[in-house]
């Protein structure tokens, strides 16, 4: 009799029969993973880095040429000179970029993250005043709506006791202290008349705070506008100068012989 472990083992034998099961990863080609190896370790970055731009597309125009070989109407001696025009094009233009700071710049820590880290923080914490504003409006809304119940309440209250002053019935059930207190009751609706105006400030604080609460969701939606338009102009001047690329030039046909 077969054990469980054997069984299992069997069983993970028949489930693996006729699947298809993962392959490893083709190596990298061998004259791929020269193409850094051959370049000093004592050059600058940028120096390198140019270099190995260089090499890299040598590399590509041998491949290529190779593929081209055997296809009808290919000409070794046209294509060669394009890839000569080519190289001495690119090597302009790694001059170029190395002159610019690009090349330095790629090897260098880029500091366009913290330029997006800081404006994100900033957009965030703009949000969050917003939201702050907002709920600070809300929360005194809700106390000035209960102040104005509370007043109504109390002028309710006086307007009773004053109808009832003429008559102590009511208050022989209280102790003499409460009694005292209730006869004593200021006059509430001279009160709310003399705080009118400090109500009148409330409100209009309140409605800046809204109008300020308002601008700061439109500067928010202009500045999201804004950088939306900005992103779409950088792609679109960094795609318009693919047009000249040196492969347009490497795989376009000889030029034409005129007849004589």
């Known amino acids: 009799s077969t054990t469980p472990r054997a069984k299992r083992r069997s069983w993970c034998r028949s489930s693996l029969k006729g699947t298809k099961r993962r392959k490893s990863l083709p190596p990298v080609h061998q004259d791929v993973t020269e193409l850094s190896k051959s370049i000093s370790l004592d050059l600058p970055e940028v120096d390198r880095l140019s270099m190995l731009l260089l090499s890299s ?21 046209a294509f060669k000179a394009n890839v000569d025009s080519v190289s001495e094009d690119l090597k302009r233009y790694m001059q170029k970029l190395k002159r610019d700071g690009t090349l330095k710049s790629c090897v260098e820590d880029p500091k366009g993250i913290l330029l997006d880290s800081a404006l994100d923080e900033s957009v965030a914490q703009v949000k969050e005043c917003i939201a702050r504003f907002a709920a600070e409006c809300q929360s005194w809304d809700q106390l000035l709506l209960r102040y104005q119940e509370s007043a109504e309440e109390m002028s309710r209250q006086l307007e009773q006791c004053r109808r009832d002053s003429g008559r102590a019935e009511p208050l022989r059930h209280l102790h003499t202290s409460q009694a005292h207190v209730l006869r004593t009751k200021p006059d509430y609706q001279q009160i709310l008349e003399a705080q009118g105006e400090v109500l009148s400030c409330m409100e209009l604080v309140l409605d800046e705070l809204q109008q300020v ?48």
Not at 61 to 76: V, W
Not at 227 to 243: D, K, M, P, V
């Open 57 to 77: 597309f040598q590399f590509s125009a041998q491949k290529f040429e190779h593929i081209l070989k055997q296809t009808d109407g290919f000409s070794p001696e």
């Open 213 to 260: 609460v308002k601008l700061l969701q439109a500067f928010s939606e202009d500045s999201r506008q804004y950088l939306r338009r900005l992103s779409e102009q950088l792609a679109t001047r960094t795609f318009r100068q693919l047009e000249n690329s040196p492969v347009r030039k490497l795989i376009a046909p000889p030029p034409r012989e005129m007849p004589p």
